[in-house]
């Protein structure tokens, strides 16, 4: 039988590289209908036992628009739109802040779009609402992210003063030519400069994120990126590989499908990204982040309490994760809920009723076990069959995970002959060569999938 070891690069995309979902939540997002919404979330918030919250704010805002990406986001060069955009906020915050009274926030980010489109005063607006409404642990990790075009590396210190203590700065790529072609220009100076300040003002985490895959990218430039990354010592990084969507994503149509990189060239770069980040000491966390080994994602990892949500790889995965703004996604309990993607929408709801859902999914039995499946597979690249059945025993009801699952084993038949994934009756692991096919050995889990609905999704690799 031929292995995984005699497969040549070519043959290992051709066989496994199809497109699938990145897993930020189980069932994903496609699963959303509109008949679950606020009634689900109400009932999913006063259901016992209340656990501590972990707050997400959208702030859509951008000034420029990024070619590549598949955020949701309005350009604007209208800085008062983001006072009304707060009015719908507090409207909104009004509603929730009741509907989750005793709750102790913990975590809270703000994401985009490009939240520093902000200015200070109306960033010093938001937070205050936010503490004034909710309650905030004294320790709560507040992060930020950061787009270093236009942003003066002065406001550091209104961010550092307003609670912030964790930012993400956009890097993507720093060749000049990928970034003309993207519409993303950016001075590598003023990143470095950012990095600088924030580790004087004693931020706790500084993250930076990369995308491989990007049009008129090329192995060796990309490469040249990462050793410039490394040279500035970031905590945390996220590698992401860029989706092209054109059909959801027009702006992607500007550049041609011969400018970007073939599967190949992303799998090289990689591979290489990876080897380059793990000399320079840094972990591979679970699919596209790396960490220092003393950063709380590693050492999480480390003790199997690594989780993944709607922001990525988190260590706080016993918090229920609420959404604010236009198109933020809220898990609570067994209910996962959406806001409105349009602003038009989002402002018509949060006007009428206070708030801005248009629908989710209810979590049955199955959909439980098998996200705790798909959430350990690519967090900590393992199932323990012994663990998964104790923590899990109220759902399995008896079932053993072989049975359970023996449909998910089969389709993993073929990985685990081709030596990606191993599995002994007690452990099912993803090995070194199927880490980068992750997303494909989760897919074996997902009882939604079907030929129509993969076409949505970007490729794995």
Known sequence: ????????????????????????????????????GEPLLVSEAQRGP?????????????????????????????????DRYLDLIEREVTTRALQFAGRQVVQLHWGGGTPTYLDDRQVARLMALLRERFDFAADAECSIEIDPRGFAVERLEALRAQGFNRISIGVQDFDPLVQRTINRIQDEALVEALLDRARALAFDSINLDLIYGLPMQRREGFANTVARVI???PDRLSVFGYAHLPSRFPAQRLFSTESLP?????????????????????????????????????????????????????????CDLLGLGSSSISTVGHAIVQNHK????????????????????????????RGAAIRALICNLS?????????????????????????????LSPLIADGLVSWDGARLAVDERGRRLVRRVCMAFDRYLSPERTLRYSKVI
């Open 342 to 369: 349009s602003l038009k929408a989002y402002r018509s709801m949060i006007e009428r009723d206070g708030h801005a859902l248009w629908g989710g999914v209810a979590l049955d039995r199955d959909d439980l076990l």
């Open 231 to 233: 040279a500035l010592a």
């Open 1 to 36: 039988m031929q292995s995984s070891s005699d497969l040549t690069e070519a043959a290992l995309i051709a066989k496994y590289d199809s497109p699938g979902p990145r897993y930020t939540s189980y069932p994903t997002a496609l699963n959303f209908t509109a008949e679950h």
């Open 50 to 82: 209340l656990r501590p919250l972990s707050l997400y704010v959208h702030l859509p805002f951008c000034r420029k628009l990024c070619y590549y990406c598949g955020c949701n986001k309005l350009i604007s060069h209208d800085p008062t739109r983001v």
């Open 262 to 318: 073939g599967a190949a060239a992303r799998l090289e770069m990689l591979t290489d990204t990876g080897i380059a980040l793990e000399r320079a000491g840094y972990r591979h966390i679970g699919m596209d982040h790396f960490a220092r080994p003393g950063d709380e994602l590693a050492i999480a990892q480390r003790k199997g309490r690594l989780h993944r949500n709607f922001q990525g790889y988190t260590t706080f995965g016993d």
């Open 383 to 411: 199932v323990n069959v012994g663990e998964f059945e104790t923590s899990q025993q109220a759902l399995l009801q008896g079932a053993r995970f072989v049975d359970y699952f023996a449909d998910a084993l089969d389709q």
